[in-house]
C-alpha cells in the first residue's frame, strides 16, 4: 500500500513559474479596453521585445508578425472575445531573418477575465511546424512519384511498342528498359545503414537516361557528353531526383514524347562549377510553362539550389526545350 505523503503541494507564484519554465510556456495579458498586453521575460524573449516596459500594444508585437499572417492574427485577436471555449492560434512572427512559429492560447467568452484583463500563454512551435511541412513535402513528393511513376510506364511502353516487331521481342524491350528504370531508382531512393558510392557524372547520366532511349541504352536518341568529373555519394540522390523530373517531362510533353525527337546532353566545367545543358528538339511545339509552377518544377529547383548550389535556366525555342543547370562542384562530389 501506497503511503500519503503528509504535505499538500502548494501551487503558489514561484512553483508555477518553475513548472511553465520547465514546459516553455510564454505568459501573456489583455486589457480589452486599452488593447495593452503585458508579457513575462519568457514571452519578450520570443518576441524579441525589450523587456524595459511591461506593457506593449498589439500594435507593437505587429511589427514582428509575418506580413502573410497579419490580418489572420488581428481578426482571430478580436473575436477571441465571442469564441465558446479554449481557442489557439499559430502564426509566424519574424526574429531578424528568422522565422519563428507561435502558438497563442486562451480562453474565449470572457472566461476567466478579471477585470477587464484576459489571460493566455504563447508557445514556440517551430520544430512541430518544421516537422509538419517536412512530412507534408514528403508526402507530396511520394504522390508526385507515383503519378510520374505511372506516366513514364505508360511512355515506355510506347517507344517498345515502336522498337519491337512482334509481341515477345516487345516483352522483353519492355522488361529490360523497366529493369533498368528500376537500376536508376536505386540510385534515388536512400538505404538505411548502407552509404551510396561515388560516381563518374558521364556514367550516372547513361544509367538514369539509359531506359529512355529507343534501343534502351543511350546513344541513339540520347546523348551524353561528360568530362571525368565525380559526384559524390551526398549528391547522387539530388542529382538523380532532378534528371528523373527533366526525362520525365521530356516523356510527358517534350521531345522523347515523339520517336523523331532527340536530347542532347552536354557537360561541361567553368570557374569552379560544373554546367549541364539539356537540349531537346524534335518534339512537339514548345512554349514557356504559364502559371504557378508545379510540385515538380519546385522540387528541381529547390533541390539545384539549395543542396547543389547552383540554379537552373529554362529556354524555350520553338524546336525545343534548354535547360541550364549550373551546380558548385565541391558539392557535386560531396
Given at each position: 500500500m501506497?503511503?500519503k505523503?503528509?504535505?499538500?503541494?502548494?501551487?503558489d507564484?514561484?512553483?508555477?513559474?518553475?513548472a511553465?519554465?520547465?514546459a516553455?510556456?510564454?505568459?501573456?495579458?489583455?486589457?480589452?479596453?486599452?488593447?495593452?498586453?503585458?508579457?513575462?521575460?519568457?514571452?519578450h524573449?520570443?518576441?524579441?521585445?525589450?523587456?524595459?516596459?511591461?506593457l506593449?500594444?498589439?500594435?507593437?508585437?505587429?511589427?514582428?508578425?509575418?506580413?502573410?499572417?497579419?490580418?489572420?492574427?488581428?481578426?482571430?485577436?478580436?473575436?477571441?472575445?465571442?469564441?465558446?471555449?479554449?481557442?489557439?492560434i499559430d502564426?509566424r512572427?519574424?526574429?531578424?531573418?528568422?522565422?519563428?512559429?507561435?502558438s497563442?492560447?486562451?480562453?474565449?467568452d470572457?472566461?476567466?477575465?478579471?477585470?477587464?484583463?484576459?489571460?493566455?500563454?504563447?508557445?514556440?512551435v517551430?520544430q512541430?511546424?518544421i516537422?509538419?511541412?517536412?512530412?507534408?513535402?514528403?508526402?507530396?513528393?511520394?504522390?508526385?512519384?507515383?503519378?510520374?511513376?505511372?506516366?513514364?510506364?505508360?511512355?515506355?511502353?510506347?517507344?517498345?511498342?515502336?522498337?519491337?516487331?512482334?509481341?515477345?521481342?516487345?516483352?522483353?524491350?519492355?522488361?529490360?528498359?523497366?529493369?533498368?528504370?528500376?537500376?536508376a531508382?536505386?540510385?534515388?531512393?536512400?538505404?538505411?545503414?548502407?552509404?551510396?558510392?561515388?560516381?563518374?557524372?558521364?556514367?550516372?547520366l547513361?544509367?538514369?537516361?539509359?531506359a529512355?532511349?529507343?534501343?534502351?541504352?543511350?546513344?541513339?536518341?540520347?546523348?551524353?557528353?561528360?568530362?571525368?568529373?565525380?559526384?559524390?555519394?551526398g549528391?547522387?540522390?539530388?542529382?538523380a531526383?532532378?534528371?528523373?523530373?527533366?526525362?520525365?517531362?521530356?516523356?510527358?510533353?517534350?521531345?522523347?514524347?515523339?520517336?523523331?525527337?532527340?536530347?542532347?546532353?552536354?557537360?561541361?566545367?567553368?570557374?569552379?562549377?560544373?554546367?549541364?545543358?539539356?537540349?531537346?528538339?524534335?518534339?512537339?511545339?514548345?512554349?514557356?510553362?504559364?502559371g504557378?509552377?508545379?510540385?515538380?518544377?519546385?522540387?528541381?529547383?529547390?533541390?539545384?539550389?539549395?543542396?547543389?548550389?547552383?540554379?537552373?535556366?529554362?529556354?524555350?525555342?520553338?524546336?525545343?526545350?534548354?535547360?541550364?543547370?549550373?551546380?558548385?562542384?565541391?558539392?557535386?562530389?560531396?
Amino acid at each position: 500500500m501506497l503511503r500519503k505523503s503528509r504535505d499538500t503541494p502548494v501551487w503558489d507564484a514561484d512553483r508555477l513559474r518553475i513548472a511553465s519554465d520547465a514546459a516553455g510556456v510564454a505568459l501573456w495579458s489583455w486589457d480589452v479596453d486599452t488593447d495593452e498586453i503585458a508579457l513575462d521575460q519568457r514571452a519578450h524573449d520570443l518576441w524579441g521585445v525589450a523587456a524595459n516596459s511591461d506593457l506593449v500594444t498589439f500594435e507593437d508585437l505587429s511589427a514582428r508578425i509575418h506580413p502573410e499572417d497579419f490580418d489572420r492574427v488581428r481578426a482571430a485577436f478580436a473575436a477571441t472575445r465571442e469564441i465558446f471555449g479554449s481557442y489557439e492560434i499559430d502564426f509566424r512572427i519574424m526574429d531578424g531573418d528568422e522565422v519563428r512559429w507561435v502558438s497563442a492560447r486562451g480562453r474565449g467568452d470572457d472566461k476567466g477575465i478579471i477585470g477587464r484583463i484576459m489571460f493566455g500563454v504563447f508557445l514556440d512551435v517551430t520544430q512541430r511546424k518544421i516537422a509538419e511541412e517536412a512530412r507534408e513535402m514528403l508526402a507530396n513528393e511520394m504522390s508526385h512519384r507515383v503519378k510520374n511513376l505511372f506516366a513514364i510506364a505508360a511512355a515506355l511502353t510506347l517507344i517498345s511498342s515502336r522498337a519491337a516487331a512482334t509481341p515477345k521481342e516487345m516483352a522483353v524491350d519492355l522488361t529490360q528498359r523497366l529493369t533498368a528504370l528500376g537500376q536508376a531508382h536505386e540510385l534515388v531512393r536512400p538505404l538505411l545503414g548502407e552509404q551510396k558510392k561515388a560516381t563518374n557524372l558521364g556514367a550516372l547520366l547513361a544509367i538514369l537516361l539509359g531506359a529512355y532511349d529507343e534501343k534502351g541504352e543511350i546513344g541513339d536518341r540520347i546523348r551524353v557528353h561528360a568530362p571525368r568529373v565525380p559526384v559524390g555519394e551526398g549528391s547522387v540522390t539530388t542529382l538523380a531526383l532532378v534528371v528523373h523530373e527533366l526525362a520525365t517531362n521530356s516523356l510527358k510533353y517534350g521531345a522523347l514524347s515523339k520517336a523523331s525527337g532527340t536530347l542532347d546532353v552536354v557537360c561541361t566545367t567553368e570557374n569552379g562549377d560544373v554546367v549541364i545543358v539539356w537540349t531537346e528538339k524534335g518534339g512537339p511545339p514548345v512554349s514557356a510553362a504559364r502559371g504557378q509552377a508545379g510540385f515538380g518544377s519546385k522540387l528541381v529547383h529547390r533541390s539545384i539550389t539549395s543542396q547543389l548550389g547552383g540554379s537552373i535556366a529554362f529556354d524555350w525555342p520553338a524546336e525545343g526545350a534548354i535547360v541550364t543547370l549550373r551546380m558548385n562542384r565541391a558539392r557535386l562530389e560531396t
